[in-house]
């Protein structure tokens, strides 16, 4: 059955850039209704298990610092067919091939600074959204 809930994560290039508001303001507009919201910051071993997935891959000492550096928003959202549908508009992970007016291609600077996160899966949703947010705040 298909999920319609996704997690993202406004990341720290974007929070420190203020694009925030105008970020949330797309995911809103593109029919994702917000569940559960956190304005927070990740220590390195906190970011390190959320994408302990990448542990292997070249980049994963950069993402993990990355993703430290700053405050970030965290959130649920919540729309028909959510993941895939906000995949698509949130664009290509390098925002040089990102499709234009996805928010990506409006607020990125490149693959490793790319302004938002959104969950591959329904699985990795719930995951994602549990590392964050306690039972009570999703309801
Ligand atoms: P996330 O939403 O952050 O998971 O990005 P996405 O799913 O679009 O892309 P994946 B493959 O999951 O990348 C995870 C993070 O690793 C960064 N990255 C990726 C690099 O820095 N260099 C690379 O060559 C690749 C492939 C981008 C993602 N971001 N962050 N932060
Ligand atoms: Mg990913």
């Given at each position: 059955m298909m999920s319609n809930r996704t997690f993202t994560m406004v990341k720290p290039d974007a929070t420190g850039k203020g694009y925030t508001g105008a970020i949330l303001d797309q995911m809103i507009k593109g029919g994702f209704a917000i569940k559960a919201m956190k304005w927070t910051r990740l220590t390195p071993e906190q970011a390190g298990e959320f994408y302990a997935?990448?542990?292997?891959?070249?980049f994963y000492g950069e993402l993990v610092e990355f993703m430290s550096s700053g405050p970030i928003v965290a959130a649920i959202l919540e729309k028909e067919n959510a993941v895939a549908d906000f995949r698509k508009l949130i664009g290509a992970t390098n925002p040089a091939q990102a499709e234009e007016g996805t928010i990506r291609k409006n607020f990125a600077s490149s693959v490793g600074e790319n302004a938002v996160h959104g969950s591959d899966s329904d699985e990795n949703a719930i995951i994602e959204g549990s590392f964050f947010f306690s039972g009570l705040e999703r309801f």
């Open positions: 997935i990448h542990k292997e891959r070249p």
